[in-house]
């Protein structure tokens, strides 16, 4: 998981906490694109200091307010801005949204566009999917002219 930054170790306790829910096959975990787009958002906001229990809180706050998990709504091509002053949590796409709940504030607002790191992940798994078959279709004539 080189991709997003994140150990087998990490996936292991994602999963076995219900932070992430991979496929199966047998003993092994398959992770979707969809999934991959969650723990880009997850890390992204680990990496903003959010404890994994204020990432469940995120989860689960757009669960209930949107009936979609984090995926499906970032997953838009539009931005999405997680905004939080520590106690409300607010997800706007609108940049005059942003800066209402900025105006009217009277704490601190961290803000965390996530679909930037969705943006990313899909740009790595492109790039990591042509660099790929590019030297595939150069091994294969390697190994015509070898033969």
Known sequence: ???????????????????????RAG???????????EMA?????????????GVRKVMRFLEREFGKG???IV???????????????YLETSARQIVDILKNSS?????ICLSDAVRQ?????????????VTSSATRRRARKAS
């Not at 890390?43 to 200091?49: I, M, P, T």
């Not at 992940?121 to 078959?133: G, H, Q």
Request: proline share 2%.
């Open 75 to 89: 997953s838009r091509n539009s931005d999405v801005h997680l905004l939080t002053d520590g106690k409300h949590l």
């Open 27 to 37: 003993h092994r975990r398959l992770y979707s694109m969809q999934n991959l787009n």
């Open 121 to 133: 992940v899909r740009a790595d798994v492109v790039a990591r999917k042509a660099s790929t078959s």
């Open 1 to 23: 998981m080189a991709l997003i930054g994140v150990t087998a170790r990490q996936l292991q306790w994602w999963d076995e906490r219900g932070v992430v829910k991979p496929q």
């Open 41 to 53: 958002v997850i890390c992204e906001l680990r990496r903003k200091g959010f404890s994994l229990q």
């Open 107 to 111: 704490q601190p607002i961290l803000g």
């Open 70 to 72: 984090l995926a499906e």
